[in-house]
């Protein structure tokens, strides 16, 4: 084989990895997604109670921050389930 079938094949390996690669990467935030709209859609009193909620816990998130500048992700997660006992 010459060089340039070689050089092509590599190229080919390689694009089939990268999108391996991503396919890989996306695949759990489409899971996310996905089960994201499901408990939205079988949530205890509709989507608008959903929606409701979801906000509530959005603002408390945001007022949390403010309040606590420098609290990282488990912090905000630490504080969470200890104010709703979760």
Do not use: C
Not at 43 to 49: N, Q, R, S
């Amino acid at each position: 084989m010459s060089s340039k079938k070689y050089k092509i094949i590599i190229a080919v390996l390689v694009l089939i990895i990268i999108l391996l690669s991503i396919r890989v990467i996306f695949d759990s935030k489409f899971d996310d997604f996905d089960r994201f709209v499901k408990t939205r859609q079988n949530y205890e009193g509709g989507t608008d109670k959903f929606d409701k909620d979801f906000q509530g816990l959005m603002d408390w998130e945001k007022e949390y921050r403010q309040a606590h500048p420098d609290a990282s992700d488990e912090d905000v997660d630490k504080a969470f389930k200890a104010a709703w006992g979760k």
